[in-house]
């Protein structure tokens, strides 16, 4: 008696070679369908927008008048944040990284601190414009002003900078480390002048990478009671202001087409803001990739 | 004289170097407790937001029932009256937009996951992931403008009674924005299994399907489970695709063609609104976020201890 039924087998055989082949093609065409969206929106998008997308554009105020209306305070209020969120945060982040990775002892605190950033970093946005809200709104009485929202931003995108300057400070071989000790430098000055020179490139691309998260976010400022209409540039860090999302997000709640039309081209703004910073950091990842 | 000038100056240079050294081990022992204190920051943001919440719902909570809050099925806060807080509807909106979310995501990604990881050449899997990933990127307004103005009227032309404002649009393309997440994170899980298992398999005279099927992803179960709970916590904290295409109407029940509200959108609605600090509105915003951060949490948690307990090791 054969243990196994050879016709059997054969019979089968071409049922699950086609069966291979249609799942082939059916894993393809999901795989692609994620590009075909990617696709539909761009081209939806700058369909819609191209037609206002002009140097008036750029450099007129917001207007109650479509034809008229511009993005200038919320292009320059973008940058504004992005000066007050990228130092802050980068400070921090960086700081914790290299706490964690150099310093810290391995024990049940240094744990629980990496546990709390993996956690912080789940944490739905909009619950990060709450305590914004509670405690830099509120309790210290900065209003809506840009130090404000940047402060709330940096926390939003600190567990982002820590993991990325953690990855990139452990990348760092032990023996650069090893050598400079052996010339007599201290852990500090091992830190400062090796290890620090040589991870920047990664801390960079999760940086940038993590700024340009917090360029497209929305929901946070909108709780923190960012205006949705403003005629005017802040001066200081402690002026209010608005930013392009939310400028987006007032035209695009307006039932009117031209002002979906106006959403459109600052989309268009929003996104060439994206694509630059991301190609920055691909740029730097990939020039500065493994020289070790 | 040049020996003792030599001499001299040799001294000079280590007494200098003990003088530097001192500064040095000021910084060498300061430098711990700075960084310390950042690495203490992440911490506090965390208490940070759980003492906000925890507090200013307790504000809520002393003028309005906890028992109405989670039983009552109707959210009327801008009733002229007296509102009625029950975050059921609320709830349910955010579950119904989740849940099309996921219906969406989950085949669609689980597919990419394992075109890109068992199917794919290097050079095919080079060129989309990273287009994958700029869909991931794309910020959260740009879908709710996607959402309102083109995935909307489209459903329309299919199905007639569905509203301007409805869970099905919001929906999709929230599904559309977490798939590239189950996507990458699944195909990590699955690259991750090694080449023996597979070869084994083929080697048995299984064909790709198979090999894929009933080696491969068994094998990365917990990876792709712990990254569609991750994605469902995504999902739930998704505020402005919902705020621009969700609408504003809070129901409790399983419609997905009319007005909903979502506990995010509700959030959106009142910071954009006049309601004044102090109100019980205004300290109703508190308790939703309350509630989104326990689901959140919970979500977060449960897909960590996942990918943990049930991770096969080779």
């Known amino acids: ?292 | 004289m040049v020996s003792e000038k030599g001499s001299f100056s040799i001294q000079k240079l280590i007494e200098e170097k003990k003088k530097n050294k001192s500064a040095h081990t000021i910084i060498e022992k300061l430098v711990p407790f700075i960084l310390l204190f950042t690495a203490v920051l992440s911490v506090l943001t965390t208490l940070g937001i759980v003492f906000t919440l925890i507090f200013e719902t307790f504000t809520f909570f002393s003028k309005v029932s906890f028992i109405e809050f989670i039983t009552e099925k109707k959210w009327y806060p801008f009733s002229e009256t007296k509102g009625t807080y029950g975050i059921l509807p609320l709830v349910s909106g955010t579950l119904r937009v989740t849940l099309i979310a996921i219906i969406v995501a989950v085949p669609i990604g689980l597919a990419s996951a394992v075109f890109l990881s068992e199917y794919a050449s290097e050079r095919t899997r080079r060129i989309i992931k990273p287009i994958l990933e700029v869909l991931a990127g794309i910020p959260t307004i740009v879908y709710g403008f996607f959402a309102l103005t083109f995935v909307t009227p489209i459903l329309r032309q299919f199905i007639p009674t569905l509203e301007i404002f409805n869970a099905l649009s919001p929906g999709i393309v929230i599904g559309i924005m977490i798939t590239p997440m189950i996507a990458s994170l699944s195909e990590d899980a699955m690259t991750s299994v090694p080449n023996s298992m597979r070869e084994g398999a083929l080697a048995l005279g299984s064909t790709k399907f198979e090999v894929s099927m009933k080696v491969v992803l068994p094998a990365a179960i917990s990876g792709i489970v712990s990254s569609i709970v991750l994605a469902i916590s995504r999902a739930i904290g998704e505020t402005m695709i919902v705020a621009v295409a969700g609408g504003s109407t809070p129901t409790w029940g399983w419609d997905v063609t009319s007005s909903i509200q979502t506990m995010t959108a509700y959030i959106v609605q009142v910071s954009t609104g006049d309601a004044g600090y102090g109100t019980t509105i205004y300290y109703s915003i508190y308790a939703v976020g309350m509630t989104l951060f326990v689901f959140t949490l919970l979500m977060n948690l449960l897909a960590q201890y996942i990918s943990k307990r049930f991770r096969e090791e080779y």
């Open chain 1, 1 to 292: 008696m054969k243990l196994i039924d050879h016709t059997k087998v054969v019979g089968h055989m071409n049922q699950r070679l086609v069966k291979n082949q249609v799942y082939k093609v059916i894993f393809f065409i999901a795989t692609m369908f994620g590009l075909l969206i990617l696709g539909i929106l761009l081209y939806r998008i700058l369909t819609q927008g191209a037609h206002y997308l002009n140097l008036d554009f750029l450099q007129n105020l917001p207007s109650r008048r479509p034809e008229r209306a511009g993005i200038k305070t919320a292009l320059i209020g973008t940058i504004w944040l992005v000066g007050v969120t990228a130092p802050l945060s980068l400070l921090l982040g960086v700081g914790t990284a290299l706490y964690l990775e150099e310093y810290a002892k391995k024990n049940r605190f240094t744990d629980f601190i990496q546990v709390n950033i993996s956690n912080l970093a789940g944490v739905p946005s909009i619950v990060f414009g709450l305590l914004g809200l509670t405690l830099f709104v509120r309790a210290l009485g900065l209003g809506t002003s840009v130090l404000a929202a940047g402060l709330t931003m940096s926390l939003l995108i600190l567990p982002v900078i820590i993991v990325a300057s953690q990855e990139a400070i452990r990348s760092v071989p032990k023996n650069l480390r090893e050598a400079s000790f052996g010339m007599g430098a201290t852990k500090w000055q091992t830190i400062v002048r090796v290890v620090l020179p040589a991870a920047i490139p990664g801390i960079l691309t999760g940086g940038i990478l993590a700024l340009s998260r917090a360029i497209g976010e929305t929901a946070p400022l909108v709780v923190l009671g960012l205006p949705l209409f403003i005629a005017f540039l802040p001066k200081t860090v402690f002026d209010t202001f608005t930013v392009l999302p939310m400028q987006i997000y007032n035209w695009t709640s307006r039932p009117q087409e031209e002002f979906h039309a106006l959403a459109a081209a600052g989309i268009i703004v929003l996104l060439i803001m994206l694509i630059i910073m991301n190609s920055i950091a691909v740029l730097i990842r990939n020039k500065y990739q493994k020289r070790y």
